[in-house]
Each structure stands twice: as C-alpha cells, then as structure tokens.
C-alpha cells in the first residue's frame, strides 16, 4: 500500500513539474509581409531557431510569412499594441509618422553599402529613441539592395531623363522625376510588366532584387549602378513582452538579433550580386553611371534631403551630422 501511494505521489510530483515547465514556456507572434522564399523571412527563420537553442525551448517565437497575420502597413502598429509581439517593416513607409524613420530612402546620400551602414549607425539612436517611446525595441534591421536606373534608351545625364515616362511609387520618386523633368506615372510593382509592355513607362529607379524578379530585362535594355538609396526593414519587439522575460532570455534574444542583423546585412549583398548577374544573363546592359549623370543626380539628391532636413528639424541634422562626420 505504502509503495502505491509513494508511486503516485511521485507520478504527481513529475505532472505538476511537467505543468510548471510547459507554464514556464513564452510564445510570441512574429509577423512578416514577405514570402517564406524572401530573404529576409529565411534570415528571420534562423533568427527564431536560434533563440528557440539559446533558450532551450522556453521562448518560441512563431514566423506569420506573407502577410498572413497583419498586412503590411498594419505590423508596426500591431506590435506597439501588443497584437503581436514581434514585426518586421519597411522603415519609409512610415516617414509621414516621423522623418527619421525616411532617412535611409534619402536619394544619392549613400552609394555603397559600407555607406549606408554608417548612415544606419547615426540613425540607430534616434530610431531606438522613438521605437522605445511607441512601446518597442529595436532588435535588428537590415537592407534591401540599392536602387538603380533602369531605361529604355542609354543616359549620360539627368538631361536625357527630361519627359521621359517615369514609373513612380512614393513621394521620393515622384520628386526626383519632377526634378528632372520626367513625366511621372504611378505604377504599383503587380502592375509593372503591363506597364512596359504598353509603353506606360520607359524608365524607373528599383532595386536589382525587384528588376531581376519582374524580368525588366525583356522591356528596358539599360540599368545603371547609381545606388540611388539603400533602405531597410526593421524588426521590433514589444516592449512590454520584451521586459517581461527573464534577463538571460532576453540576453539570448539580442544576441540572436545581433547575428541577425550581421548576418542579414552579408546575404544583401549577395542577393544584389545575383540580381545583377541575372538582369545581364537576361541581355541588360549593366553601367556605371557616368560622371555628369552622377553630379547631375548629387544636385537631385540634395534638393531631397534639404527638404527633409527641414521637416525632420533638430533630430534629422543630428543624425546627418552623426553620418558626415563617421565617413
């Protein structure tokens, strides 16, 4: 009898501690609007894994991919409210919210990588600064590849840009085209193969991620290397759900986000590589931009940015100065 009743005090015991264990276990929500095949959701992936190791299991964080959580614009609002405690967004698409938030889609600011990490470092604190006021951390971001010209007749200068028709998809597009005297014409990305195949565009700035991707090579024969801007996603955590781990969790948390961040940065510009390499395999012809071209665009470009410095006021100086004086 005394044996029965030690065996299921026991079998109690190693229930309640199994309970406690699984209790024990956090569980975020991590919401994406890219496709599991992108690559900055397959860096995400790993970014989960490895918190999922470093903590032993007592974290999981679950990937939501192509929008199948929040859409797009919703994500950054939906971590500051706590309905999901993890997001990645594109970081311009909330300049109207704050300015520093658009300071790495400054057209011809940066023209390499290298640059625009430096850009990025004199931007973190300022961004840090107002995620934390919205309830977030700052546990990583990383680049897209930069933006480039792509045309249909060869340029030499912003003067052979004058009443071409000039596919736009933000405020900064439509400004650099009015600057040059393009004629504009908003075109979303589905829409963009109809649109050259119609003649509705001849020329556009995107990255060589998205012009190898649309296959631009079989409407525009020319893109030129100008790394008009290099902008990036952020990813952000809750505040709150952040706070509420134990400090060794949420050590394991920054140290994945770290390498994450190393990590994601390294894989752009391989993708940019590829990009590239696909748009000549496709028949484009792949320039650097010439020198005229490249002082005419400089004009462009600080036309840009002293319009947004005037907006961002005090901050944005500070984050240019920060920039300027670390190249």
Same mark, same amino acid.
């Given at each position: ?15 309640? !501690? ?5 209790? #024990? ?27 999922? #190791? ?43 919210? %704050?300015?520093?938030? =658009? ?10 990588? /290298? *640059? ?31 933006? =480039? ?10 003067? /052979?840009?004058? =009443? ?10 439509? +400004?650099? &085209? ?10 979303? *990305? ?8 119609? &003649? ?12 190898? /991707? ?45 390498? #994450?961040? *190393? +990590? !994601?940065?390294?894989? %752009? ?9 696909? @748009?000549?395999?496709? &028949? ?5 931009? %010439? ?24 901050? &944005?100086?500070?984050? @240019? /100065? ?6």
């Amino acid at each position: 009898m005394k044996r029965r009743i030690l065996c299921a005090t026991a079998a109690l015991a190693a229930t309640v !501690g199994f309970a406690g264990s699984a209790l #024990a276990q956090t569980k975020w929500d991590f919401a994406t609007a890219y496709p599991a095949f992108n690559f900055h959701s397959k860096n995400n992936e790993q970014f989960v894994k490895d918190v999922d #190791a470093a903590t032993q299991g007592k974290l999981k964080i679950t990937p939501h991919f192509g929008a199948s959580l929040f859409k797009m614009p919703e994500i950054k609002r939906a971590v500051q409210t706590g309905n999901a405690q993890m997001g990645e967004f594109f970081l311009v698409s909330f300049q109207n919210e %704050s300015q520093i938030f =658009g300071v790495d889609g400054l057209p011809f600011l940066v023209g390499s990588y /290298d *640059e625009a990490f430096k850009l990025y470092q004199a931007q973190k604190p300022a961004l840090q600064k107002l995620l934390d006021k919205q309830g977030q951390v700052l546990l990583y971001s990383v680049a897209w590849p930069p933006q =480039g010209i792509y045309t249909k007749k060869p340029i030499q200068s912003a003067a /052979d840009l004058k =009443g071409m028709k000039w596919r736009v998809y933000s405020p900064t597009t439509a +400004r650099i &085209g009015e600057l040059v005297g393009a004629q504009p014409a908003t075109i979303q *990305e589905a829409e963009l193969s109809q649109a050259l195949a119609t &003649g509705v565009v001849e020329g556009l700035i995107t990255s060589s991620a998205t012009g190898a /991707d649309n296959k631009l090579f079989e409407h525009l024969k020319h893109y030129y290397n100008v790394q008009a801007w290099i902008p990036k996603n952020a990813v952000t955590v809750s505040k709150k759900a952040f706070n509420a781990l134990p400090k060794a969790e949420q050590e394991a948390v920054l140290k994945a986000a770290a390498a #994450a961040e *190393e +990590r !994601g940065w390294k894989e %752009s510009r391989e993708v940019d590589a590829r990009s590239i390499a696909t @748009l000549k395999a496709g &028949g484009m012809s792949v320039e650097e931009p %010439s020198a005229q071209l490249k002082a005419d665009l400089a004009k462009v470009g600080d036309v840009v940015i002293k319009e947004w410095t005037e907006k961002a006021g005090a901050d &944005g100086k500070a984050v @240019l /100065d920060a920039y300027k004086a670390a190249k």
